[in-house]
């Protein structure tokens, strides 16, 4: 009869990983209500929001946040996942001692491998500039490159009459 009882408790372990994320990510704007994007796709949304765009096992995120008579800014999330597993050599304390699991919390021994996964930033603020003031920083910069021919491509030849 015990091995019975302990049937159920058995098919409840065999998916022994524990899954932890955070998925939401809050984005906010300086001015507030401009239009939020991500990955080309309107969200419906006006910042400050938050939006559950993230997961243990997704991907980067270019969010794109634009509002009329100021400069769209776009922004990268980066996608973080993690796994891990706890191991009988953790819970030693020293390399003179045996390696016992002593340390391990109740979680360790029915979740010994875990995966965690998180948007990184979890918070955005963009600073949205207006179309009349001048571009700073790396927006000369990248409008400087942009002006330049790209080193390695030819530049068009140009037939004689």
């Known amino acids: 009869m015990p091995r019975c009882a302990a049937l ?7 998916a022994c990983t524990w899954f932890t994320g955070k998925d ?9 209500g401009a239009h ?16 559950a765009i993230g997961g243990n096992f997704g991907f980067n995120h270019v969010v794109t946040i634009s509002k009329p008579g100021y400069r769209e800014q776009q922004r990268t999330l980066y996608q973080y996942t993690e796994g891990y597993t706890s191991k009988w050599i953790d819970g030693a304390a020293g390399p003179a001692v045996i390696a016992l699991p002593v340390f391990w919390t109740a979680g360790d021994f029915f979740f010994p ?8 930033p979890g ?10 003031e ?16 790209q080193a390695g491509v030819a530049a068009p030849a140009i037939e004689a009459k």
Do not use: N
């Open 8 to 14: 159920p408790a058995l098919c409840c372990l065999t």
């Open 24 to 32: 939401r990510v809050l984005i906010t704007s300086d001015p507030a």
């Open 36 to 51: 939020v994007a991500v990955d080309g796709t309107d969200m419906h949304v006006t910042t400050p929001s938050t939006l």
């Open 113 to 120: 491998f875990g995966v965690r996964g998180a948007l990184v």
């Open 123 to 132: 918070e955005l603020h963009v600073k949205l500039y207006r179309v009349d």
């Open 134 to 149: 001048p571009l700073l920083g790396w927006e000369v910069l990248s409008k400087q490159s942009a002006m330049q021919p």
